[in-house]
């Protein structure tokens, strides 16, 4: 069996930021009932305890994504498949991730939901990795910035599916995870922003 990870964010510093997004969510969303979709297998953690901390009533759906080769004109190529999605049509949609690195899977679904005409639709994520982004998509919110690392615990799978039971997020490399300037939400108010 291998080294415990090291802890990059601790149970402690975990729970207070996620509070604060809660808040800020909450803020963001008064008077209004949220849609809240959570991409697993990842997200079940932050997800769970990031609900706690919301105070509007929400309706929780879960979108499990696979990615699979297919043979399209003779070609192989990757797509990405997700389970049946939720009618969220004039919905207030909030996606949650647990970390968005290159962006590529969170932006295929945020355009998939869109065509389920919700009324907004904004992204929340624990970690981002901006450094590693692929596509135009910026998380609306989040908790911590991390450099490019490996990462796993608090729901996240290190090797062999192992130490997703951890409370914290952890490294095999030890080094402080950054919070930016902490923001509540990011880009406008209204969440309409297309990815």
């Known amino acids: 069996m291998s080294a415990k990870p090291k802890p990059v964010i601790t149970p402690a510093r975990l729970a207070a930021r996620i509070a604060q997004m809660g808040r800020a969510i909450s803020r963001d969303y008064a008077g209004k009932q949220l849609d809240v979709v959570v991409l697993l297998e990842n997200a079940f953690m932050f997800g769970a305890d990031l609900v706690r901390h919301i105070s509007v009533p929400l309706v929780c759906h879960f979108v499990r994504a696979e990615t699979r080769e297919v043979k399209l004109a003779g070609f192989e190529r990757r797509e990405i498949f997700f389970s049946n999605e939720p009618d969220l049509r004039d919905r207030d949609v909030l996606v949650l991730e647990t970390v ?3 962006g590529v899977t969170l932006d295929f679904l945020c355009k998939r939901l869109w065509n389920c005409r919700p ?22 919110y989040f908790g911590f910035e991390l450099a490019s690392k490996y990462v796993m ?10 130490w997703r039971n951890l409370a914290y ?4 490399d030890e080094a402080p995870a950054k919070t930016r300037a902490a923001r509540g939400s990011g880009r406008g108010k209204k969440g309409k922003s297309k990815r």
């Open 169 to 172: 997020v952890a490294s095999m």
């Open 119 to 140: 009324r907004s639709l904004r992204v929340a994520v624990l970690i981002d990795k901006p450094q590693e982004r692929k596509v135009d998509l910026t998380p609306d």
């Open 100 to 102: 968005l690195h290159s």
């Open 153 to 162: 615990g608090y729901g996240l799978p290190g090797s062999q599916g192992l």
